[in-house]
């Protein structure tokens, strides 16, 4: 069998290893456009719980990349003049590059070749392999080619966002609101390396428009942002890379396959960075894809079929949840006027998957203090 994956990202490097270990005789061809070493943004988070499907599904993977991982317990909501801890929310956060290189070590170990700094523009190049997996992210040349078949979905989010890194440690992963005078902020920022944070700043559109980041290069952007959550910073700089403004996209598509191509991640669907399981929901399309492959293992359209019938029902929750996260974060400046302790609560409920009774069972120290106070 002879398979194409475009994307060198964390789902077509999975693929391409996962493929290739449990069918060695496979010849397995993945295409990315950037050198090995070139990657967006800073660190991706994974909850525990994700953690826990990928121990379960792939132990081996969970083995690799878990001692290079931070890890802790709490969320952390700064807000009104307080500082709210969370209990018994554990999340983990790798280097997103950390993460590539693993993936890519683990690909050439198991047979893959894999080609970088090539872009692929036709799939015509590919010649005709019996499978393509795009996992080739939101401008997937496979979806765009044939937009129709897929049933593609794209639209955007009115707030603006820009991901920075910051050499500021953070303890847990901790949500940040401020008002300026432009307007409001909030930033998500957490650890995924022992000197190094994530730190994506977000705001509403007239906020955006007030500050006038339309206007500003990228190192005045950045200026700007530090200032905004100076106090936050306590004195260390954003890095930036790659950080320009971004509205973010919601993607789907109700095709998950055409003819012998299939989607996975980005390529696929989007998940709002509110949830932080956008590498985690690629991750598990991809297992699910090789399972159903290999349930079908004398038809690839079959296998494909059943890929979408098994993984939809499941992405579709997780789908659902971040579209409820994202509203909540569109309309953060209106949750600003709760009180701390009312403001948390509407945020730990925010995707509708939690209610008081799940959340008392989750975090009980909070629900005590949420309710003592």
């Avoid at 393509?132 to 603006?160: H, M, P, Q, W």
């Avoid at 991901?163 to 992963?173: A, V």
């Amino acid at each position: 069998m002879r398979i194409a994956v475009l994307g060198g990202g964390p789902a077509g490097l999975y693929f391409a290893s996962l493929w290739k270990k449990r069918h060695p005789d496979a010849e397995v061809e993945l295409y990315e456009q950037n050198p090995t070493d070139a990657t967006w943004g800073f660190g991706v988070v994974f909850s525990e719980r994700a953690l826990e499907f990928l121990r379960g599904d792939d132990p081996e993977t969970f083995d690799l990349i878990t001692p290079a991982m931070e890890h802790w317990r709490d969320i952390t909501l700064a807000h009104g003049g307080q500082k709210i801890r969370i209990d018994g929310v554990g999340f983990s956060a790798i280097g997103r590059l950390e993460l590539l290189h693993l993936l890519q070590a683990r690909a050439r170990a198991v047979g893959v070749k894999p080609t970088f700094g090539r872009t692929i523009k036709s799939l015509g190049e590919l010649g005709a392999p019996d499978l393509i997996v795009a996992a080739d992210g939101l401008n997937s040349l496979v979806r765009k080619t044939y937009e129709g078949d897929f049933g593609t979905s794209l639209s955007y989010l009115n707030n603006k966002f820009a991901w920075y890194g910051t050499t500021k440690r953070f303890e847990t992963l901790t949500l940040t609101f401020v008002r300026t005078k432009e307007g409001t902020f909030t930033a998500h920022h957490y650890r995924y390396s022992p000197t190094m944070s994530t730190f994506i700043v977000e705001c509403d559109r007239p906020t955006w428009e007030n500050a006038a980041f339309g206007a500003m290069s990228l190192e005045q952007s950045k200026a700007t942002c530090e200032r905004v959550f100076a106090e936050t910073l306590d004195g260390h700089p954003l890095v930036a890379n790659g950080s320009h403004w971004r509205a973010f996209p919601v993607l789907s598509n109700t095709r998950w396959s055409y003819e012998t191509m299939a989607l996975v991640g980005d390529a696929l669907h989007t998940a709002h960075f509110s949830i932080g399981s956008g590498t985690r929901l690629a991750m598990e399309d991809v297992i699910a894809l090789v399972k159903a492959l290999e349930a079908e293992p004398g038809s690839v359209r079959k296998g494909l079929a059943r890929y979408e019938a098994t993984r939809k029902p499941v992405l579709e929750k997780l789908v659902t949840a971040a579209a409820a996260s994202a509203n909540w974060h569109e309309h953060f400046a209106g949750h600003m006027d709760l009180s701390p302790k009312e403001f948390a609560m509407s945020y730990m409920t925010r995707s509708g998957r939690i209610d008081r009774a799940r959340l008392r069972e989750i975090a009980p120290e909070f629900v005590a203090w949420y309710e003592r106070a």
